[in-house]
């Protein structure tokens, strides 16, 4: 099946589109990123201002429509996936929107209101990473922010041989480092989203071609090479500094604020 992607044969830094099509393979592809978790395209904005193409997850139908409309002018490089991830692809399931915190939506109703919105329900259609996979191919960069399903994520990439250079969850407990330790994921570091107001991209860039870009509390800011190089620790390292940061925050939030993501990656994908 061709794809609607142009193929680009140059490395992330020095990205150059070339007419042809996309064919997926095992290997990551260097120019290729998933935003599990597109909401509004925020996040794929930067990564597509930056040169890469995009695959996008969202099932929310308004809020998918919402990101391919803004995105247009990237139809070249950027699909829209209007479905949820689940354990099994091709089937329907019941996902719950929150209309009044619209980046809440879940497959647990649970965890879509959390006790403080009213959520509705929405029959959606379902994938799984193996199915991204097999369809769009194997990214360089994986951002995964799924409001719960961020378990089935890191579990789905566990049971399957293919691997991402480098890989972002919003962290839920120390289960999530375990699990991307035995993915073969080596050192990472923790990113507090709450801090990523303050952050710019450097320069030069070290993914893709600079974009200027000023993120907030609905983005996920920096990736890869382009997150601080002495952050980087050894995994059981990363483990223990969640655990005293998810501590602290339970003795004082205003000591410990916001939410974490962990990003991860082999050592020798920093060389």
Not at 12 to 39: K, M, Q, R, S
Not at 208 to 229: R, V, W
């Amino acid at each position: 099946m061709k794809l609607p992607f142009l193929r680009k044969s140059a490395p992330p830094n020095n990205l150059v589109v070339e007419t042809g099509w996309l064919t997926p393979g095992p290997e990551a592809d260097p120019n290729l990123i998933f935003d599990l978790g597109l909401h509004k395209g925020y996040d794929s904005a930067f990564y597509l201002s930056k040169g890469f193409r995009v695959v996008g997850l969202e099932a929310v139908p308004s809020l998918c429509t919402l990101a391919r409309t803004r995105l247009a002018r990237y139809r070249n490089r950027f699909v829209a996936v209007n479905k949820a991830l689940h354990e099994e692809a091709g089937r329907t399931a019941t996902f719950y929107s929150v209309p009044d915190k619209d980046d809440w939506g879940s497959l647990q109703e649970g965890n879509a209101g959390k006790g403080i919105y009213a959520s509705v329900a929405l029959e959606v259609d379902t994938t799984n990473l193996a199915e991204l996979f097999d369809t769009y191919g194997v990214p360089r960069y994986v951002k995964c922010d799924l409001e719960g399903a961020d378990i089935l994520f890191r579990d789905q990439l566990l049971k399957d041989g293919r691997r991402p250079t480098f890989v972002s969850v919003e962290a839920n407990d120390e289960s999530d480092i375990d699990v991307l330790a035995e993915c073969g994921y080596e050192v990472g570091q923790i990113v507090n989203q709450a801090m990523n107001i303050s952050v710019r991209p450097p320069i030069p860039a070290r993914e893709g071609q600079y974009a200027d870009a000023k993120f907030n509390g609905e983005t996920s800011g920096l990736f890869g090479l382009e997150l601080p190089p002495d952050k980087w620790r050894p995994l059981g390292e990363v483990r223990q500094m969640f655990t005293d940061w998810r501590s602290l925050k339970a003795r004082d939030d205003d000591l410990a604020p916001g939410w974490v993501d962990f990003h991860v990656c082999k050592r020798e994908s920093l060389q």
